[in-house]
């Protein structure tokens, strides 16, 4: 059977296409963590060379994949559990805790459902980069406290610009240690659809997951360290046709580069959308 490279934002599917192949991925090394009680999987992925990068089609660096089936429950308690869990993955890539001034931008199109998790992600974020330049930091916490900052650019088609015009003007002005971004991806997989959240400490290109190529957010592209934050809402139809018959020989031409998207995505990002932004919460305020 033909091995078929669908587009992928996840590095985890990435690297699971070569698995039933004899060909080891060179310089990737793979680790996993399995939590029975939360039922809750953490797989860390590192591309630590530039042949497993290219192999990969993804930048060196390290990818963390939370993966809960129960993700799209409505339970809070164990989205909090998630939260919790999201929190410490992301403290991992942060490296040691201290004070920090923070920028966290959601991207994406707000009007469109599936592309909207990032802007509901900060509406819901404790913001408190103008409370501490107002008041100081015993207004929010005490010495320790970071100064976090917000913003949701929109796309190209609203503003005029580029993403990473907008955030480089942005960091030129507030001059943050830190930029996460926060954006939706597409997936391999449907069974990864709202059930898996990836971090990564090598930014994002943001629209690469639908074939819509913008300009790269990274370290080496903004000046600042870089962490992209991303849960797949869509899927190709190419991928679900595949799963399907084994091949693509069939499929319809007016399919390709079609998208397929959960018929309740609205209150699954809604959902999760907060579940992350909780997860930021418990990473820069510990006591809240």
Known sequence: MERMRVRTDLALEARESFEGSETEVHG??????????????????????????????????????LEAPGMASPDENYHREISECLASCLLELMGEPHAREVLVAGLGNRDVTPDALGPKAVSNLLITR?????????????????????IVPGVMAQTGMETSEILQGVIDQTKPDLVIVIDALAARSTRRLSRTIQLTDTGIQPGSGVGNHRGSLTRESLGVPVIAIGMPTVVEAAAIIYDAQGSCERMPPHLNGMFVTPKNIDETVRQLSYTISEALNIAFFPRT
Not at 40 to 64: D, N, W
Not at 137 to 145: H, P
């Open 28 to 65: 990737v090394i793979v680790e996993e963590e399995y939590d029975e009680e939360r039922d809750i999987r953490v797989t860390r992925v590192r591309i630590e060379s530039e042949r497993g990068a290219k192999e990969m089609g993804k930048p060196m660096g390290r990818y963390l994949t």
């Open 130 to 150: 103008h409370l501490i330049r107002e008041y100081g930091k015993a207004a929010v916490g005490g010495e320790g406290v970071n100064a976090i900052s917000g």
